[in-house]
């Protein structure tokens, strides 16, 4: 073996004799590569063969060293170095911003020549190694959740090169997801190897059939040349899985389903009010949606401007704020244009009309036509996995959202002075008048609280959909659905035609697709109506007796 550039040229000028004494000796260095990596686990990195440094990535990792992460995260990032001339003791150095340090102690080293220097080589087999290590290296993480993740890697490479590891990993586990993972990465493992008795691959089967995912669907699926008995059991498997896996797509639609129904609930409570109390069919309340979602990029501009520490409450804020701004410019229309058309109502749904489109033209002016961002808080991201379900958290608290304000608004109405005073316009408005009730002033009120309703729909809508000038456009149809479905007025039927306009919706779409969807829940309304056509609730008062 060359000990450099001079002594290389010097054995390949030399004898017959001289070249044969180096070619043996590059030899037996190769064949001691497995003795020198259990001595030193950094030795199999440098090698030129990338099957044999894949296997010193994964020694690497699970020698315990407490450089191992350093060095194979600069591996991953193409900043590990070594000599062009293998030697026994070969070096390694990590490309740092100020020079080069040595990979084994990390003390900071002469600038070797770049002329004696190569790039440690990584390929594909190379990086699935250097996955399985950080897996293995987070293994020994005392957080539970890094853990799993690590498990859930080893997993998903499914590499029977990591069994060693992964069974090391197993035998010193306590938390009994993590070695459930664990128990499924070993299997999963040893059935990509091959190996092991049939009555072990038939119990690695069975345990890879308890988690029914895509991936383990795919894992077995991708199995070939096992015994019959196995063959047969994993055919059994994908059938289970696939079962499973429908039922759970049930539950995601029955859950987006309800989510959405949520989302129309919130949108059409406020229409159900001014509808039901006023009879005004008002085509500018999604455009009141609209201004409670650019309520909530304004106060995350504000509060971002001038008070950075209540970023993760901005939502928060953004509810009453969204209620007082179109609260008030509910009571603003019903001051100004809709008391001059009551008992008109065609006039007033052209009028109504011709507003959302003042509206929306007026918002392009101010925050202009693109979308703007309205970022979601920390605690309303990410998502929680029930078995083969995955529920998203902003749509989680949208539901509970939903529920508080449809409380809320329940509460006001019956035990609240303004929810009797409405009650009295909408069972018998002259009758409320003679008994010294202001009808215009609960007009406006009524509208003001319905209006109020509609934005802090749109901040909850601000979550899950573009804040744009169209936003009120995408709902308003729906949310007379929902109101008519449910019953003109009527709380409680709101809230039943929003989950079933929901959860139909989302069962429709799959087999139709959104445009005959729609079309499809707009012919079962048509239907609906001739054979109930006062909705599932009906309300006794001004507009079901008009």
């Not at 009524?446 to 959909?465: C, E, H, K, P, R």
């Amino acid at each position: 073996m060359s000990r450099g550039p001079r002594e290389g040229r010097r054995c390949r000028r030399s004898s017959p004799h001289g070249l044969f004494a180096c070619v043996l000796l590059t030899v037996l260095l190769t064949l001691s590569a497995p003795v020198r990596a259990q001595q030193e686990p950094f030795a199999n990195i440098a090698s030129m063969t990338a099957d044999v440094e894949a296997q010193g990535v994964t020694a690497l990792a699970v020698s315990g060293n407490p450089r191992a992460a350093t060095v194979i995260n600069a591996l991953r990032d193409g900043k590990l170095y070594t000599w062009k001339w293998p030697r026994p003791d070969c070096p390694l150095y990590i490309r740092t911003d100020t020079g080069f340090v040595d990979a084994r102690s990390g003390a900071p080293v002469t600038t070797p020549a770049a002329s004696n220097l190569r790039r440690v080589i990584v390929n594909d087999s190379v990086r699935a190694a250097i996955e399985i290590a950080e897996g293995a290296l987070d293994l020994s993480s005392p957080s539970s959740a890094a853990r799993l993740k690590a498990a859930e890697v080893l997993f998903q490479a499914s590499d029977p090169g990591a069994l060693a590891l992964v069974e090391k990993a197993l035998a010193k586990e306590h938390d009994a997801n993590v070695a459930r993972v664990l128990r499924q990465a070993y299997a999963a493992g040893q059935l990509k190897s091959g190996t092991g008795s049939v009555a072990e691959r038939l119990a690695a089967v069975r345990e890879l059939a308890a988690r029914p995912d895509l991936s383990t669907r795919s894992l077995l699926s991708s199995l070939q040349s096992q015994p019959p008995a196995v063959a047969a059991a994993i055919t059994t498997a994908i059938g289970a899985i696939d079962y499973k896996l429908k039922l759970w797509g049930l539950a995601e639609n029955v859950y987006y389903g309800i989510s959405l129904g949520a989302v129309l609930l919130l949108a059409a409570s406020g229409l159900a009010i001014t509808f039901g109390v006023m009879g005004v069919i008002n085509m500018a309340h999604g455009e009141i949606v609209m201004v409670g979602a650019y309520t909530t990029f304004v106060v995350q501009r504000v509060i971002a401007a001038f008070a950075p520490a209540l970023d993760q409450f901005g939502l928060l804020i953004a509810v009453p704020a969204a209620f007082v701004v179109a609260g008030a410019l509910g009571v603003l229309i019903e001051r100004t244009l809709i008391r001059f058309l009551y008992g008109r109502p065609l006039e007033t749904l052209l009028a109504t009309w011709g507003l959302s489109l003042i509206l929306q033209q007026a918002v392009r002016s101010i925050f202009g036509p693109t979308n703007q961002d309205v970022s979601s808080p920390e605690w309303m991201s990410g998502s929680i996995a029930f078995g083969g379900l995955t529920l998203t958290i902003n749509r989680l608290w949208i539901i509970l959202f939903a529920i508080l304000v449809l409380g809320a608004l329940m509460a006001v109405l019956r035990w609240g002075r303004l929810g009797r005073n409405i009650r009295a316009v909408t069972q018998n408005r002259r009758m409320a008048a003679a008994m010294g009730i202001r009808t215009p002033l609960v007009d406006a009120l009524t509208f003001g609280l319905g209006s109020g309703i509609a934005g802090m729909a749109g901040v909850a809508l601000s979550q899950i959909d573009n804040v744009s000038p169209n936003l009120g456009q995408n709902y308003i149809i729906d949310s007379f659905i929902v109101v008519v479905v449910g019953g003109v007025g009527n709380l409680w039927g709101t809230l039943f035609g929003a989950m079933i306009l929901g959860v139909v919706d989302k069962f429709v779409e799959p087999f139709f697709g959104a445009v005959l969807a729609k079309i499809a829940v707009l012919v079962f309304l048509v239907l609906f109506i001739q054979r109930r056509p006062q909705g599932l609730f009906p309300l006794k008062g001004r507009v079901a007796e008009a």
